[in-house]
């Protein structure tokens, strides 16, 4: 089984993937986020910074590894998002601009040539974006948003950029014909509902996969993308 954990920023989409796989037997797959890439790609820059011509860098250099990270990985993975979850993001910035936060009071903004040009450029990693996904993955596991987003100031999105990148997440699946499932709830009660959808036999209890998947959570480091630079 090739499972995509898939859902909008802050619904709990790392959380999850890293219990599940603990819980079923099956390995993470996963890459690096952006506050990882931006030290080693644009040094002294923060995401709300990023130039569209350095976003398009970032979303081709994390697909790339997601990629590679899957290719090593044939008998089956969990996955925390998919090949679609960079490109969904990208283009929903040709909708609210390049930093979200700074149209939020907006109802529209000035499309420019040089975002014109990037929403052209997004339509085309469409393509392998999608067609990734429909060789790749065997069915979608959606979070959906239950709860605010988590103000840890590094992701420079807000309510509706959320909004419109789950629709068209989902309008996408439904595009591709992948087959996917909603499951909410808590921790817990995602992970039953899991195991219930898709029959798998779990290898530990619940609360065992849980708790092993907030200790290796923690250790993931938050600290902004300026400070991994200079360390």
Avoid at 26 to 40: D, G, N, V, Y
Avoid at 53 to 80: C, K, T, W, Y
Avoid at 178 to 203: A, C, M, N, W
Wanted: hydrophobic share 40%.
């Amino acid at each position: 089984m090739k499972l995509a954990i898939a859902g909008t920023y802050s619904v709990g989409k790392t959380l999850t993937t890293m219990a599940v796989s603990h819980l079923v037997g099956l390995p993470r797959s996963s890459a690096k986020t952006m506050r990882e890439l931006l030290p080693i790609s644009i040094p002294g820059k923060t995401l709300e910074e990023c130039t569209p011509p350095e976003l398009i860098m970032l979303i081709m250099r994390r697909n790339q590894e997601r990629a590679v990270n899957e290719s090593h990985l044939p008998d089956g993975f969990v996955s925390d998002g998919s090949s679609l979850h960079e490109w969904a993001y990208g283009t929903v910035r040709v909708l609210v601009g390049i930093n979200p936060n700074e149209s939020v009071n907006l109802d529209s903004i000035e499309v420019t040539e040089e975002i014109g040009f990037y929403g052209k450029v997004l339509e085309q990693m469409a393509v392998p974006a999608k067609q990734h996904a429909r060789a790749t993955y065997d069915s979608f596991v959606h979070l959906p948003i239950e709860f605010p987003l988590v103000p840890d100031g590094h992701r420079p999105v807000n309510e509706r950029f959320r909004s419109l990148a789950d629709e068209l997440m989902l309008r996408t699946l439904d595009e591709l014909n992948i087959p996917y499932h909603t499951v909410g709830g808590s921790i817990p009660e995602r992970l039953q509902k899991i195991i219930d959808i898709y029959g798998f036999k779990p290898v530990m209890r619940i609360d065992e996969a849980i708790e092993l998947a907030q200790t290796e959570y923690a250790l993931i480091d938050t600290s902004s993308e300026l400070v991994r630079a200079a360390g």
